[in-house]
């Protein structure tokens, strides 16, 4: 099994920041993918922010330029610096990570159990 972590989730006025991180733990040989979704109440869950196993990074629109997705391998993290932040990222932040636990077995999707961002106007 895969645990994961999040953390650093908060209330922030409108322009502040906030730094989320997400860690991984358990039976892992490899991580594949990376990302960030998140869901505002009434919303459905939509993709924030993805990373792959060879750093390169993929945006949603309404993130691109205020956002960065970044990993630490060593430590099986992923991050996700928000600055710029408008009341509309107000949502709960779910990581999730593609994972394998053995050289033998395709990847599976993990997900944390959400952080929850607040942007006041």
């Known amino acids: 099994q895969v645990q994961l972590v999040e953390s650093g989730g908060g209330l922030v006025q409108s322009g502040g920041s906030l730094r989320l991180s997400c860690a991984a733990s358990g039976s892992i040989f490899v991580i594949n993918t990376m990302g960030w979704y998140r869901q505002a109440p009434g919303n459905q869950r939509e993709l924030v922010a993805t990373i792959i196993s060879g750093g390169t990074a993929n945006y949603a629109d309404f993130v691109k330029g205020r956002f960065t997705i970044s990993r630490d391998y060593a430590m099986n993290t992923v991050y996700l610096q928000m600055d710029s932040l408008k009341p509309e990222d107000t949502a709960v932040y779910h990581c999730?990570?593609?994972?394998?636990?053995?050289?033998?077995?395709?990847?599976?999707?993990?997900w944390g159990q959400g952080t929850q961002v607040t942007v006041s106007s």
């Open positions: 999730y990570a593609d994972v394998q636990s053995s050289r033998y077995t395709s990847g599976r999707n993990y």
